[in-house]
């Protein structure tokens, strides 16, 4: 019987979802192994298929599940099934495994899968993903990616609608999502666009370490607008490749509080600064009128050697009964990176 997904699907004609998620393992030598870890989950009902002619494995328990190679060879290992609720798969058991992860294909619907955290965790081998990847995994939401792609140091790039589907995705739902992923150079136009819960974390260290990345789309997080406490912790903290923003980054962002930009381009050591990063012209006086606003070491520097830009003069907006955070918010910048240094006060610097 057609679930209620691969119906609907079917039914306008597009083609039906996978019933396997099928991983693309590369082995080098004779007797390496490769590990599925069922890290969590309730009633774990997971079959897999090793790929190298063998009977296809049914585990009912959590834990490292790991298969013997017996000769060097590209594997396509599938896997399916369920968990009654909580459940997480990751791949790899140590950095050795990990690696010999070089592909990726859509993950099939698994029932109970809750979130995906770390599932690509230090997987170095992986260069590209499907546009679909999570597409039929909806149920997704608190944490979801958290840490997802932590350290794929040989990932390029990001397909336009690889979080479309996930709707539900709410607080810490891209916490670390691409921290050290050295290897991005561009984020796509609308990566975050359908992801309207995100909340309290929710792009906590985002890009952490993103050394590769130069430049930011328009729109990033144009709708993320329930983005609160923590939002933008350290998001593109040591992006060292950065050199410029986009207007309006965070105009939007109006529910973020406390701890909400610390340290959110500490280290951007070529950063370009614009004036109306957090707001327009005007604004001044409502952007964080009454809020609690944390800009500890925001755009804190311990060299630099970008281009001149322009600070966002957060010292002549209007906080009324909120009182911002301001210690070290432009420590390390000058006149050479800031046109407007002799403005800024000694409380914010």
């Not at 040591?238 to 923003?245: I, M, Q």
Request: hydrophobic share 30%; net charge neutral.
């Amino acid at each position: 019987m057609l679930g209620a997904v691969q119906a609907a699907l079917l039914a306008c004609g597009a083609a039906a979802p996978p019933t396997t998620w099928d991983l693309t393992v590369q082995t080098t030598g004779s007797s390496q192994d490769y590990v599925v870890d069922i890290n969590a989950g309730t009633t774990p009902n997971i079959n897999i298929n090793w790929g190298d002619g063998g009977a296809v494995e049914n585990f009912t328990s959590t834990g490292q599940k790991a298969h013997t190679y017996t000769n060097a060879g590209t594997y396509t290992v599938k896997i399916s099934g369920s968990f009654a609720s909580g459940g997480n798969i990751r791949l790899g058991s140590n950095s050795s495994n990990r690696s010999r992860l070089k592909g990726t294909k859509a993950v099939c619907n698994i029932v109970g899968l809750s979130n995906f955290s770390s599932t690509f965790y230090g997987c170095t081998g992986l260069t590209s993903l499907p546009t679909d990847l999570f597409r039929y995994n909806t149920a997704v939401s608190s944490s979801g990616f958290y840490a997802t792609f932590y350290n794929c140091t040989s990932l390029t790039s990001i397909p336009t609608d690889l979080f479309r589907y996930n709707t539900a995705v709410s607080s810490s739902g891209f916490y670390r999502t691409f921290q050290n992923c050295t290897g991005l150079t561009s984020l796509p136009t609308d990566l975050f666009r359908y992801n309207t819960a995100v909340s309290s974390s929710g792009f906590y260290e985002t890009f952490y370490g993103c050394t590769g990345l130069t430049s930011l789309p328009t729109d990033l997080f144009r709708y993320n607008t329930a983005v609160s406490s923590s939002g933008f912790y350290e998001t593109f903290y040591g992006c060292t490749g950065l050199t410029s923003l986009p207007t309006d980054l965070f105009r939007y962002n109006t529910a973020v509080s406390s701890s909400g930009f610390y340290r959110t381009f500490h280290g951007c050591t070529k950063l370009q600064l614009s004036p109306y990063i957090f707001f327009s012209a005007g604004e001044e006086s409502t952007r964080f009128l009454n809020r609690v606003s944390n800009f500890q070491e925001c755009f804190y520097l311990t060299s630099f050697s970008g281009s001149q830009g322009t600070a966002p003069a957060l010292w002549n907006c209007d906080f009324g009964t909120g009182t911002p955070t301001k210690t070290d918010c432009f420590q390390g910048h000058s006149s050479s990176s800031l046109s407007n240094w002799a403005n800024i006060p000694a409380d914010w610097t």
